[in-house]
Structures are given as C-alpha cells and as structure tokens.
DNA sequence: TTGTTTACCGAACATTCGGTCAGTTGACAA
DNA sequence: TTGTCAACTGACCGAATGTTCGGTAAACAA
C-alpha cells in the first residue's frame, strides 16, 4: 500500500500525553495519594478501564510526570552558564532559571515538590531532586568563598531559604493571571538578593 | 506500703495526646492521605482497634493536629506587638514570631501547610490558614503604603515570596541540629529585609 | 473474693482501591 | 459489504481501607 494516510490518523479521544497532563492536574489538586482512578476517570470522561488503554497504571503516571520536572532541571545545570563565570552570576541565572523552569512546567514541578518517597518511584525522584540540590548548593558555597554575598549566614541554610522561596511559587501561582516568569524572577531576586527593606 | 502512688495514677500505654503526637509524625512522613491506620498503629506498637480507644478516627486526629497550627498563628496576630506601632516594625515582628510557631509547633504546622481541601476538616483549615494569610497581607500593604518596603515589587506578591520563605523551613528543618528558632529568623530577616548580597 | 475500669486484641464489617479482561463500538479501508 | 483496529465499556478480582464490636487480661477498689 503507498501511504494511505499522508497526515496522521487523529483518531478521537485521549493519548498518553492528555491523559498524563490531566492526569497531573488531578493529583496536585487532590494530591497523588487522594486521588484514585476513579477520580481520574471522572476528569478525563471515561471510564476507569479505559485509563489503562494508554497508560499501564497509576504509579507510572506519577513516574512520567517527575520526570518531567527533572529533566528540565538538569538541563539546566549542564548549561554552561551554569558552570562558568562568577559564582554570584551563575547564582542569579540558576535561580531566573529555575523560576522559568518551575512555571513552564508548572504542575509537573508542584508534584515533585510533594513526593514524599512513599515508593521506589517516589525515592528515585527525590534522590534526583537531592542531586540538584547539591549542585545549588555548591554554587552558593562557591559564591561565599569568593566573598559575593554576605558572610554573616551559612551558606547551607541561605541556599535552603532561597530555594525554599523558588519552590513556594508552586504554592500560588496562576499561569492565567499574575505576574509573568521574568516579572516574578525579578521580584524574587529584588528581595533575596538586595532585600525588600530601603 | 503507705501511698501507693502519690502521683496520677499514670496508667500504662497511651492516651489521646501520644497517639496525636506520633500520628502527627506518620502523617509528615508518608502524607495523611498514604497513611493507613495500620501505619498509624505500627509506629503506635498496638493494634490498629486500640487507635479507636482513644481517638474518634483518623480525620479527627487530622482535625486536632491543624488546630494546633492554627491556634497558634491566631494567638500572634491577636497580640499587641501585631497591631500597634510601625508597620515594618510589626511584619518584622509576625516574621519572627511566625519562625518561632513554625519550629515550636514543627509536625502540626507542617501538616497544615500540605492541606488540600480534599474533606471538610481540611476546607475549613484552609479558611482559616487564609484568613491568617490576609492579616500578613494586609500587614505588608501598610509597610509599602508607609515607605518603609521597596515600591517596585507588588506588596501581595512580596507577602507570598516573604512567608513562601517562612513556610519553607518545614521543608528541611530539623529540631535535633541546625540553627535555633531565633538564629534562623535572623537569618531569613537578613536576606529578605537587607537581600543576601554585598 | 468480687466487681469495676482501663487499655487493649482479634475477627469481622462494608467500602474503596488499583488493576484485568472479554467484549463492543464506530471510523475507516478494501 | 466485509474486515480491521484503535478506543473504549462494564463486569469483575483480590487486596487494602477505615471502622465496629465482642471479648479479655491486668490493675485496682470494695
């Protein structure tokens, strides 16, 4: 047969990708454990059994889904201004990034944020997670060597606030109204680095 | 022998406040939702119907665990160090008070911060969580209003960034080491009232 | 000794859970 | 018209869930 279909078929309904976005829609509303694949099935508009036609299961879903947020933020370490250049500079571009990352993939990086390593799939996301951590942290210890910022705070703890700041953004934020990833990522670099008192 | 036991009688095993305690605590670690009663009574050493002797049910020690939390925020802002005097003076007040709550009453406020509205235990904490919200918001609108905060960052968009970071510190504080409760408000005042960098 | 109370166990309850599977539907191709 | 196949349904499974209940061992009181 000479290519019957020039376009693809298209066919109705879900595919794994609409199934994983609502999917993910679903568990931060409810969180992962509260939601059941009923729950799902409501939102997607069918039936439970139908769910497993384009997904092999639950924990699968929450798999994807963390690796989604993962992913983007290992790429943004290997990014060379990442690795190079003044540590304050490189500092400021993790954390811009990490604003833009977080909002782009907005409910992919709010799960991550809750998992709590209640399964193997759970623990291998966090173990990923901590990785990313470690690198933030060098950076930040990297930049009180180098006497950019002040040396009056732990480096270990600063770099727990200022993520901690980053990562609460998944508490609030509205992608439809608000401010926009750059507006936010100045804001937060206003207060953390130059503080919000005159 | 004479007054067998001048003190409470002091019966054996436990009573509602220990099983609230470290239910509490199973709740932090797997989330209330991934916490099965048999968790609950595993980490209590007894069977799972010897939970139902002292407490009503798990949603009632959810619900005893968020007022915990909650009564403490509303005891602060009722307080005369929240309401009269300087506005900078009073958030900064709130700020390091809020630190203070959040490690006294570590496990409780960090369950309240994971609540998601999933029954009526957890919408009616969540009112409450936002009304103690809109005091702080209200809070920093004054300290713009007065000049004394920087005018180029929206003040409702400073309160979440400022109490993000507050909120935060359930994320990884550890009561055992670390910081103590005054040195790591001062830290989190100094970055985000004077900004981290030189 | 007898009775009462406290703190608990073990078995069972109805319900919900994640997941399976044989079949049905409907769009499209031949 | 017939056949194919992606997409889905509905009935069902065993396991786990939160909760109830009858019973009971130990401590103490009378």
Redesign the interface.
């Known amino acids: 047969m000479a290519t019957p279909t020039p376009t693809r078929p298209r066919k109705r309904g879900h595919d794994p990708e609409s199934v994983l976005s609502i999917a993910v829609e679903v568990f931060n ?3 992962y ?2 939601t059941s694949m009923e729950d799902l099935a409501r939102a997607l508009g069918v039936t439970k059994s139908a769910i497993y036609y384009h997904v092999p299961g639950k924990e699968q879903l929450l798999a994807r889904a963390l690796d989604r947020a993962l992913d983007g933020l290992f790429e943004m370490v290997a990014d060379e201004r990442a690795t190079s250049g003044p540590a ?1 500079d490189r500092l400021e571009w993790v954390v811009r990034r990490s604003v833009r990352i977080l909002i782009d993939r907005l409910p992919y990086v709010t799960l991550l944020l ?1 998992v ?1 390593g ?1 399964s193997q799939t759970e623990q291998a996301a966090l173990e990923r997670r901590r990785e990313f951590d470690r690198f933030v942290a060098r950076l930040v210890k990297e930049a009180a060597a180098d ?4 040396p ?3 480096p270990a ?2 770099t ?6 980053v ?3 998944t ?2 934020y509205q992608p439809t109204r ?2 926009s990833a750059d507006d ?1 990522a100045d ?2 670099l ?9």
Chains 1, 2 share one sequence.
Do not use: C, P, Q
């Open positions: 509303t409810r969180g454990d509260g304050i809750r709590r209640n006497g950019s910022i002040r009056d705070v732990d703890l600063m727990r606030l200022l993520f901690g700041t990562n609460s953004i508490e609030w608000g401010a936010l804001a937060l206003k207060m953390t680095f130059d503080g919000l008192r005159i």
